[in-house]
């Protein structure tokens, strides 16, 4: 999904986050150097707000393994 929204160029998060409505006289001082230093990089949304508006998932819990399994690897 992240791999996806960076070819994207975070087009979900603008479907909302627009950049002309972002006013950096709104904004803190830190986030107006982030988000132009951002922008000069090529940054995208997803580049460094992954996993603030939505949660990461938690890694997959490995499968259990199968007796079957068990018994042929003697």
Do not use: L
């Not at 960076?6 to 979900?12: G, K, V």
């Not at 707000?49 to 997959?60: L, N, R, T």
């Amino acid at each position: 999904v992240w791999a996806g929204m960076r070819e994207t160029n975070s087009r979900e998060c603008r479907n909302c986050h627009r950049y002309d409505s972002m006013d950096y006289m709104e904004q803190g001082r830190r986030a107006v150097n982030q988000h132009t230093a951002g922008f000069d990089q090529g940054k995208t949304c997803i580049d460094c707000h992954k996993g603030i508006a939505h949660k990461e998932p938690e890694e997959p819990a490995q499968p259990a393994e199968r007796p079957a399994e068990k018994a042929a690897v003697k």
